[in-house]
């Protein structure tokens, strides 16, 4: 980037010289900021949980939550998880994150139990630099016994990249989290570089079809027939399947006539904070309800 500056440098004098300087310090500091204003942020308090329900198009009841996280910068404001969380991954600091969001998440599943309400799971992402570390499996049987909730309302998605390397590994590692009751899901199926026989030996429970492909399948006959054969692969390996990113009723009618088990999306709802979930929730139920006697009946 300092070539190219000069290069325009000499093409176009000096003036371009610093323009190119400030956005380079701006993009420059910006990341800075983020990085050393993650370092701090935990202890701080600045991140938070949201949680996004997840629907089941058999009984239009929502049987899940998927945990995303949110970080209220100081002074740069709202930061999206997908700009902030690489940084994490290359720092290290995702380590911290993930721990936090593992006991978070669990404590407020726990705290919604004792309450009485709807026992439901809670989904964590892990980040495949948590998965590759030595000390990811102790960290999770730490949370779960320090916030005593049950491993079966607990579910880790991980990405198709995990399995990429040491397949021996992470089959070891897999059947260990499901040993302890654990439901995995492969998120984003369908994005990396998925290979059909990685999948085969994979001990997971669920493939979350990314939202890429859910996105034109109410007007695109291939995308549909692609997101029709991740569902029959699915079901054929007795494996639950869930697609993400549903925002029409086409789609979810769609999906319901294919027999996708769960759905996810803008549709239904955005991930939500806790109180605004607390509060609307039985509201979100009717919605679903409601919208279900239309897509049911919609083809
Ligand atoms: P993801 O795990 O695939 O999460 C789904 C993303 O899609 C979320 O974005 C969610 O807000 C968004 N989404 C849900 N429904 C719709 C929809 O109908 N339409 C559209 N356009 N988007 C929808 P978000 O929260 O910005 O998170 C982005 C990614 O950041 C996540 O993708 C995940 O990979 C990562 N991420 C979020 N929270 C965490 C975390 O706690 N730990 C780690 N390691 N990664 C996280
Ligand atoms: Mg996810
Ligand atoms: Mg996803
Ligand atoms: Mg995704």
């Known amino acids: 980037q300092a070539d190219l500056a000069m290069y325009h440098t000499k093409k176009h004098g000096r003036n371009n010289l610093s323009f190119y300087e400030s956005t380079m310090k701006t993009t420059d500091t910006r990341q800075m900021m983020i990085e050393q204003g993650l370092r701090k942020a935990i202890k701080k308090n600045e991140l938070e949980l949201h949680y996004q329900p997840k629907v089941s198009l058999q009984n239009h009841q929502i049987v899940g939550l998927e945990a995303l996280i949110r970080w209220n910068h100081p002074t740069l404001g709202q930061i999206s998880p997908g700009e902030f969380i690489p940084v994490a991954e290359e720092t290290g600091l995702i380590i911290q994150i993930t721990e936090w969001a593992l006991?978070?998440?669990c404590a407020q599943n726990k705290k919604w139990q004792e309450e009485g309400k709807k026992k439901m799971r809670?989904?964590?992402n892990i980040s495949s630099v948590d998965f590759g570390e030595e000390s990811f499996i102790h960290t999770v049987q730490k949370v779960l016994k320090e916030t005593n909730l049950d491993p079966r309302y607990l579910e880790l998605e991980i990405t198709e990249s995990v399995a990429i390397k040491n397949i021996d590994?992470?089959?070891e590692?897999?059947?260990?989290?499901?040993?302890?009751?654990?439901?995995i899901?492969?998120?984003?199926?369908?994005?990396?570089?998925s290979s059909l026989s990685y999948i085969k030996k994979l001990?997971?429970?669920s493939l979350k079809i990314d939202r890429s492909f859910i996105k034109d399948i109410q007007e695109s006959y291939k995308e549909a027939k692609?997101?029709?054969?991740?569902?029959g692969l699915a079901q054929s390996l007795n494996l639950s399947v869930v697609a993400e990113g549903v925002e029409l009723a086409e789609q979810a009618a769609l999906l319901q006539r294919e027999q996708c088990d769960e759905v996810q999306g803008f549709y239904f709802s955005k991930p939500l904070s806790v109180?605004?979930?607390e509060e609307l929730f039985f509201d979100i139920e009717e919605q679903v309800k409601e919208y279900a006697r239309e897509y049911t009946t919609e083809m």
Do not use: W
């Open 275 to 277: 109180g605004d979930l």
């Open 185 to 193: 899901s492969i998120d984003d199926f369908g994005s990396g570089y």
């Open 203 to 205: 001990p997971i429970d």
């Open 173 to 183: 590692k897999l059947n260990t989290l499901q040993g302890l009751g654990i439901f």
């Open 226 to 231: 692609i997101v029709k054969a991740i569902i």
């Open 103 to 105: 006991r978070t998440a």
């Open 122 to 124: 809670v989904a964590v």
């Open 169 to 171: 590994i992470v089959v």
